[in-house]
């Protein structure tokens, strides 16, 4: 089982200011919800995962040049997810976060997504007024697979 989001605006980096962003991830538990409210899997206490190993995919995609480190990128978006999505990110043991200049080339694949995410995903991308995409994915690891290089 799979979560999936799309938000627009710029992320905060983990060492932005508290007051910054405080604002940012209410902003992401809000549209969390929103995502969850959608789906009937959640658990009785409302989250949709609750004590299984878990992944996460963050894909920044970004128009505009920044400096936001990928590493700085995924824990504020997955503390945002805390008790919406899963119950506790010490779920999360295998973490990936990707930055993606949109005006440089890249491969975009369909493989493992739900066909209506990744067209949501491309008509956001196709949107020349969007500076700022994010695209979140957790799920369940079924096994635990350590792998090296690429």
Same mark, same amino acid.
């Given at each position: 089982?799979?979560?999936?989001?799309?938000?627009?605006?710029?992320?905060?980096?983990? #060492?932005?200011? !508290?007051?910054?962003?405080? /604002?940012?991830? =209410?902003?992401?538990?809000?549209?969390?919800? &929103?995502? @969850?409210? %959608?789906?009937?899997?959640?658990?009785?206490?409302?989250?949709?995962?609750?004590?299984?190993?878990?992944?996460?995919?963050?894909?920044?995609?970004?128009?505009?040049?920044?400096?936001?480190?990928?590493? #700085?990128?995924? !824990?504020?978006?997955?503390? /945002?997810?805390? =008790?919406?999505?899963?119950?506790?990110?010490? &779920?999360? @043991?295998? %973490?990936?976060?990707?930055?993606?200049?949109?005006?440089?080339?890249?491969?975009?694949?369909?493989?493992?997504?739900?066909?209506?995410?990744?067209?949501?995903?491309?008509?956001?991308?196709?949107?020349?007024?969007?500076?700022?995409?994010?695209?979140?994915?957790?799920?369940?690891?079924?096994?635990?697979?350590?792998?090296?290089?690429?």
């Amino acid at each position: 089982m799979e979560f999936y989001m799309i938000t627009t605006g710029q992320p905060k980096s983990y #060492n932005v200011k !508290k007051k910054m962003m405080g /604002a940012y991830i =209410n902003r992401l538990k809000t549209i969390a919800g &929103q995502e @969850i409210e %959608r789906l009937t899997q959640c658990t009785p206490d409302g989250v949709l995962f609750n004590g299984q190993m878990l992944y996460s995919n963050i894909l920044y995609f970004h128009r505009v040049n920044n400096d936001i480190d990928a590493d #700085n990128l995924s !824990k504020p978006i997955l503390d /945002a997810l805390k =008790n919406v999505v899963f119950r506790d990110d010490v &779920q999360i @043991i295998k %973490r990936t976060a990707m930055k993606v200049n949109l005006n440089a080339d890249f491969t975009l694949s369909n493989e493992n997504i739900p066909d209506h995410w990744y067209s949501q995903l491309i008509e956001v991308i196709n949107d020349d007024t969007v500076k700022h995409l994010l695209f979140i994915e957790v799920g369940t690891l079924d096994e635990l697979k350590v792998a090296f290089g690429r």
